[in-house]
T-cell receptor, first 113, second 116 residues
Framework: NAGVTQTPKFQVLKTGQSMTLQCAQDMNHEYMSWYRQDPGMGLRLIHYSVGAGITDQGEVPNGYNVSRSTTEDFPLRLLSAAPSQTSVYFC????????????FGEGSWLTVV | AQTVTQSQPEMSVQEAETVTLSCTYDTSESDYYLFWYKQPPSRQMILVIRQEAYKQQNATENRFSVNFQKAAKSFSLKISDSQLGDAAMYFCAYRSAETSGSRLTFGEGTQLTVNP
């Protein structure tokens, strides 16, 4: 049982490049979310999913796309990276609607130069 | 939309003493969950304690306890007998009982330093 796995852990991108942050969970969780954490701020919700094929926008969705083709995977795509997207990204998942136990990945450090 | 405010960007405490971290939130909902998360330098998000809004009793987990004041929309964290390993960033977070499981609204965080 690996929990929530994020890859890569570190990435440097050039402005305008695209990339995908991967998130996978092996706990059969329906609910998954992506957050970003900037210095001096808490985590902010980018996108979330309530099940395969169902996604919606969070607080800061601009510049990011998501899809959920399987229960296990919830990739986050940066279409054209900008320096403002330099951040630490966290994926989270939970099983029940009540979400009493929310599992976080270890984070992905992204620098856009 | 709900908001969470942590008014103390930094706090410090002497080892073995007690410290209280403050958190206020704004919501029009009556049913929700509140959390305190610890984030050490590794950036791992560690759940410290959880409170259900419909429960009047304050949650307690070993040296960690909360003071939940629903009418005042206040949710403070008390750490007793502080240890060096408690040094970390602490985040207060809110989750509506009506939204999906892993959607949280976080405060800005409080950086806690523990002095030996």
């Amino acid at each position: 049982n690996a929990g929530v796995t994020q890859t890569p852990k570190f990435q440097v991108l050039k402005t305008g490049q695209s990339m995908t942050l991967q998130c996978a969970q092996d706990m059969n969780h329906e609910y998954m979310s992506w957050y970003r954490q900037d210095p001096g701020m808490g985590l902010r919700l980018i996108h979330y999913s309530v099940g395969a094929g169902i996604t919606d926008q969070g607080e800061v969705p601009n510049g990011y796309n998501v899809s959920r083709s399987t229960t296990e995977d919830f990739p986050l795509r940066l279409l054209s990276a900008a320096p403002s997207q330099t951040s630490v990204y966290f994926c989270a998942s939970s099983y029940s609607f009540q979400g009493n136990t929310i599992y976080f990945g270890e984070g992905s450090w992204l620098t856009v130069v | 939309a709900q908001t969470v405010t942590q008014s103390q960007p930094e706090m410090s405490v002497q080892e073995a003493e007690t410290v209280t971290l403050s958190c206020t939130y704004d919501t029009s909902e009556s049913d929700y969950y509140l959390f305190w998360y610890k984030q050490p330098p590794s950036r791992q998000m560690i759940l410290v304690i959880r409170q259900e809004a419909y429960k009047q009793q304050n949650a307690t987990e070993n040296r960690f306890s909360v003071n939940f004041q629903k009418a005042a929309k206040s949710f403070s964290l008390k750490i007793s007998d502080s240890q060096l390993g408690d040094a970390a960033m602490y985040f207060c977070a809110y989750r509506s009982a009506e939204t999906s499981g892993s959607r949280l609204t976080f405060g800005e965080g409080t950086q806690l330093t523990v002095n030996p």
